[in-house]
C-alpha cells in the first residue's frame, strides 16, 4: 500500500498499528459489555482492509481501465477470492464502506444505524482515528501532506481541521481515553509549532544581531516558495 498512489502515511505500517490497536480495543468492551456479542474475525479482517478503495488513493487521471480496476478491488472482492463466505465478505465490505472521518460527517445516520447493528464498526473507526494522533499522527500527517506537495504550515493546519476533532467522536471508552492521552501530545507539539514560528516571524532582534534585514529574508522566503 505505500506503493504509488498509497504513500507512506498509509503503508502497511498503518495497516499493523490499526489492527493491534482494534485487538486492544475489542478486548476493552468485551470486559465493559459482556452482553454484547462482538465477533473478532470481523474486526480483525475490517482493519487489515479499511483502507481498501480509500476515496484518498483512487486515481481520476489514469487510464478508465486503470480506475476501473481500483474501484473493482474491494474488500469484499478480496475475501471472496480467499474463500470467504458471502455473509462475511458483504459484512466486511459494509464496515470498511464507514469507516472514515469524511464518510459519518456526510452520512452520520448511516452510519450510526451501521454501528448499532454491527458493533465491531465502532471498534474499528476508533483504532483507526487513534493512529492519525500522538506523535504517529504528527509523522503520519506530514508525511501525507509532503507527498501532495503541501507546505509545513498547511501541513499544521490539517491539526486544528481534522485531527483534534477525532477525540469528539470517538464511540469506545478505552478509545477515549486514549484519544484525550494522544491529542494532548498534538496540542503540546501545536505549542512547539507556535512558538518556534515566533522566534522566526517576530524575531526582528535575532536577525538584526545577525545583520539580516526583514528584506532579505523576504527575499529567500519568495525563492524557496518558487524553488
Not at 3 to 12: I, M, V
Not at 19 to 26: E, I, K
Not at 109 to 114: G, M, N, P, S, W
Not at 129 to 147: H, K, P, Q
Request: glycine fraction near 10%; proline fraction near 2%.
Amino acid at each position: 500500500m505505500s506503493q504509488p498512489p498509497f504513500d507512506g502515511s498509509h503503508d502497511f505500517s498503518h495497516v499493523e498499528r490499526v489492527v493491534a490497536l482494534a485487538q486492544h480495543l475489542l478486548l476493552s468492551e468485551k470486559q465493559l459489555h459482556p452482553n454484547v456479542q462482538y465477533r473478532s474475525d470481523i474486526v480483525l479482517l475490517t482493519a487489515l482492509l479499511h483502507d481498501i478503495g480509500d476515496s484518498k488513493y483512487v486515481s481520476t487521471e489514469d487510464s478508465d481501465q486503470a480506475h476501473a480496476s481500483q474501484q473493482s478491488e474491494t474488500a469484499e472482492a478480496i475475501l471472496l477470492r480467499h474463500g470467504a463466505s458471502h455473509d462475511l465478505a458483504s459484512t466486511v465490505q459494509t464496515l470498511v464502506g464507514n469507516v472514515s472521518c469524511s464518510h459519518e460527517l456526510r452520512h452520520s445516520d448511516l452510519v450510526a444505524a451501521t454501528a448499532a447493528k454491527l458493533p465491531e464498526l465502532t471498534i474499528v473507526q476508533d483504532a483507526d482515528r487513534l493512529d492519525a494522533l500522538g506523535a504517529v499522527g504528527v509523522a503520519r500527517a506530514f508525511t501525507y501532506g509532503g507527498a501532495r506537495g503541501r507546505t509545513l504550515a498547511q501541513g499544521m493546519g490539517v491539526f486544528e481541521s481534522k485531527l483534534l476533532m477525532r477525540e469528539g467522536m470517538m464511540g469506545t471508552v478505552r478509545g477515549k481515553e486514549i484519544a484525550r492521552e494522544r491529542c494532548g501530545r498534538l496540542r503540546i507539539f501545536m505549542g512547539w509549532w507556535a512558538e518556534e514560528e515566533g522566534e522566526v516571524d517576530g524575531g526582528g532582534d535575532t536577525l538584526a544581531v545577525c545583520g539580516c534585514s526583514s528584506l532579505l529574508l523576504s527575499g529567500v522566503k519568495d525563492q524557496a516558495r518558487s524553488a
